[in-house]
């Protein structure tokens, strides 16, 4: 199940970034799972990683090779997370960024490696070496759609975003796909972004939108409140648009910061809309808060509450369940007479309780929606967050429970 | 469904201590709803109450009541939490009070009001006075089973644990009672513990009791996550036995301890045997932890994953599973080649990875136990905390989606 149609749009080629698809094998015989970026030299990445405390190898590697200079490629594989393998998985995905070199002509520190799939199997080298003169010899700025589909894992949809805007008179391209379907499944890890812009961006500039993008999209949605030992997302800009270098100070970096936000959101929101079992999309806005920690810990203790999200599966309107979670978030000296709750355009509590127009029936006509909203105000303060999750289905219990048999 | 056997125990009366149980028809006419504890004058009461923010009425007067001297009863009714009604609901429980308070000839603050049920609606408050004369018309100290059975909401079956030990040649006896079925259910508000003895104890050395064996047992139990509006657990000592007062140094109090302790742990582990949809009842414990709060941050975020849970749904011996979550649990700096994992006695992940004599057989075989325990050693210090647990069934989302239906 998923939410919403869920199609691809038509991506617009980044100018400066090629991409090649190829067939490993590492799960299953002709499977599209290798997928690698080409990036034009001066092209410059900035990207978040995991915060799992057991980060892959490829993660380890991706990070090193970062810090080391300008990647001229990315090197992705589904079927095989690399992950919980010890000191081989080092070893191992350092041989596929030296292969990739070879072939290539590039050193080994200007690849990036990322891997997804199944957790504490060894990575199967040689199938990936193997498949890399196909990936590359098809490379070309017209594969998106080949290559949202060439890294999904146990995804039912690929996930992609595309648009042009005008910055200063120039025309800026920004594509990007991503894939995920359990916020985590720590054995098919799980979370992976990658957007591209023609754009010049200054370093500074770029890894300060890598972050503050990523934190405002993927980093706000949650299907089971897992992290994945693999999350990456990778911010690409070739700098091949007619514009000039946009710097932390450029006045156009406003501009560029909306339209990538869009981009990184629109993919976010499509794993959350791919979620496991999901048949709900729905978003937790907390408003009124003193600070954004109180925002975020009461925002995801309503997303994570299996409570909230069963009721959510079975469109009923429960706001006793996300009263209590709201109560339980941590906060301390909420003040329940001045909460309010929302969900979509009826209030649920108000004065310590149930609000006096609230009906049943109102609220059922909200919660049979696909698409929902519950606003909590807290009335402490004027901060305000939002996080996307969805529903907690008996699909999801079995898509888990039956994942490996 | 429901994990063991869950038989009640033949129970001790506990002398000083009758129990009264009524019909106030509720939910249900007929239905046993209402239990009210006599206790004999001179006994004392501790007790932990929830920590939800937007506790319920009966909560807050309980506490208030409890601070105003020895109480002389507990009022306890099902089908009902007075939780989230507003003021309206501190005036329905006092309401509740006074009626018992002049049938008893005792003064309102002596009485202890508990309720337990849908929240959200208000107390059905001449329903439950009415009901008084018949509590306590057959109050008896022998009705430990009934009181059992009068406190159940959506348990599948009622809790129940009773012992006797010689107490530096005194007998002691000690009986309790429990009920819940989700660790919460907001809707059916929720966990409610009554453990009484014949001990003589001093208040401070009560209190003391009541707050770690608590702690120790109820607040060491998850099945979903969340926590109620209305969760209590009350130990009352009536003074009857023919030992001495035991004092916060008295050389009897260790073993005091241990005999309480005992039947805390039975009734909270009935609790998590009879979660909702549970077919396994999980143990982990966190060893070599730096300090009590990273034991409990990794025991938690292991026992509440959904990924987790519905792999020991499915009995499935899926280690990358735990292994992730341990990693997101928010502590810093842990070694992944310290790290031990354990099912029952199959180490699962050592060395940084999986075991080298892990076997899918062996670990197979543990996991199609009904009984299971999860050992990681973190090997940064030497603290050791244990949760209680259950896995995530079909039945869980059945009952949590279909609850008002």
Redesign the interface.
Known sequence: MAVGPGTLPDFFPVAGVKLGIASAGIKKPGRKDVVVFELAPQSRVAGIFT?????AAPVTLSRQHLAQGAPRFLLINTGNAN???????MVDANACCEALARHAGVSTTEILPFSTG???EPLPVQKIVDALPEALANTAENRWDEAARGIMTTDTRPKGASRQVNLGGHTVTISGISKGA?M????M?TMLGFIATDARIAPDALQMLASELGENSFNRITI??????NDACMLIASGQYSGPEITLDSPLLPELRVALQQVYLDLAHAIVRDGEGATKFVTIEVRGADGQQEALDVAYTVA????VK??L??S?P????I???????G????D??ALEIHLGDVCL?R????ADDYSEARGQAVMNREEITITIDLKRGDTTETVWTCD???D???I??????
Chains 1, 2 share one sequence.
């Open positions: 915060r799992n405390q057991f980060c992950a919980g393998t010890g000191k081989r998985g199944v957790i504490g359990g985590i499944r720590p054995n890890a089971d409140g897992d992290t994945s030992t994570h509450s299996p409570l069963t009721a599966f079975a009923d429960n706001w006793g369940r009263l209590a979670a709201v109560g339980r978030a906060v301390d000296g909420l329940l007479d509590v004065n310590g309780g149930r907690f289905s008996h999801y219990v079995t888990n429970a039956e994942y490996r048999t």
